[in-house]
């Protein structure tokens, strides 16, 4: 046998070890089950920002954008086991662990998070901005997606987003929007608060952590440690039919996630 295959042999046989502790504690009451904390939302719309504040708050564990592919529940306490060893956490007890997503196909099966273990936020921004902001960003960091892309993706991202408006009842769901967490963003913090029942406030000022600029955003902005409210001017080469399509997409994410009983949305640029 190599030394690869032993390696790996051995790093299987660890994680066994650890899952089976870590349920025996769970099960013993000593560590207790935490619920999952998920962040649907798309690019370019506040999802690493917000993932910064909600990771400064001691009962949740996050480790930014996992881009775990979540396709049974044995996903789930997969990505923990990530996030817990990445962290360098392995046993602390927390009240959520916390993932953000912001890809169709990390999330194949919808009905695999209708759970009552399950609170999601849903996050969105004005489409032409978000649009605009991967846009340039692709340009800043010569991540190679054209106009196209982008378009397909935010044409396809909204309607998928839009489900949890209708879908799903079972999972408790939040949603609110960049622009109110820019604008309106004490009113926000202390819903979100509320929604998960966090005995220690959320604050707009957050610590970087290892995973900053790494898993999300990769802008200097997402290291000043704070909400800025700033944001990009829109394209000038988004097309006004791209501009329509983008709009008519965002309002009908809009309009099903209105039906939601939590919900702190504005629409204010």
């Given at each position: 046998?190599?030394q690869k ?33 998920l ?18 708050n001691?009962?949740i564990l ?14 789930f306490?997969?990505?923990?086991l990530y ?12 009240d ?14 919808l009905e ?22 991967l846009?340039a ?25 839009a ?54 955003d ?20 988004l097309?006004t ?5 983008l ?12 039906h ?10």
């Amino acid at each position: 046998m190599t030394q690869k295959a032993v390696s790996s042999l051995a790093r299987g046989m660890a994680k066994q070890v650890y899952i089976g502790c870590y349920r025996a504690l769970q099960f013993a009451g000593i560590t207790p089950r935490p619920r999952w904390l998920l962040v649907f939302a798309h690019a370019r719309s506040g999802s690493s920002l917000l993932t910064h504040i909600l990771a400064s708050n001691p009962r949740i564990l996050a480790w930014g954008e996992v881009r775990w592919t979540y396709r049974t529940c044995a996903d789930f306490l997969a990505s923990e086991l990530y996030s817990r060893k990445m962290a360098g956490k392995l046993f602390r007890p927390f009240d959520y662990i916390t993932d953000k997503i912001n890809q169709n196909a990390l999330t194949p099966d919808l009905e695999l998070f209708d759970s009552t273990d399950i609170d999601i936020i849903l996050l969105t921004r004005d489409p032409a901005r978000a649009a605009s902001s991967l846009l340039a960003m692709s340009d800043s960091y010569q991540a190679g997606v054209d106009k196209a892309w982008v378009m397909d993706y935010f044409l396809q991202r909204y309607p998928y987003l839009a489900r949890f408006g209708t879908e799903h009842q079972h999972s408790r769901r939040i949603w609110i929007s960049y622009e109110s967490l820019l604008n309106d963003t004490d009113a926000v913090l202390n819903t979100l608060a509320q929604f998960l029942s966090l005995s220690s406030p959320l604050s707009e000022r957050y610590p970087t952590h290892q995973f900053t600029g790494m898993r999300g955003d990769p802008s200097p902005k997402i290291w000043a440690g704070r909400i800025e409210a700033s944001q990009r001017p829109l394209r000038s080469d988004l097309t006004t039919d791209e501009l329509k399509d983008l709009a008519s997409a965002g309002k009908a994410c809009e309009d099903q996630l209105r039906h939601l009983s939590y919900q702190h949305y504005s629409s204010e640029p």
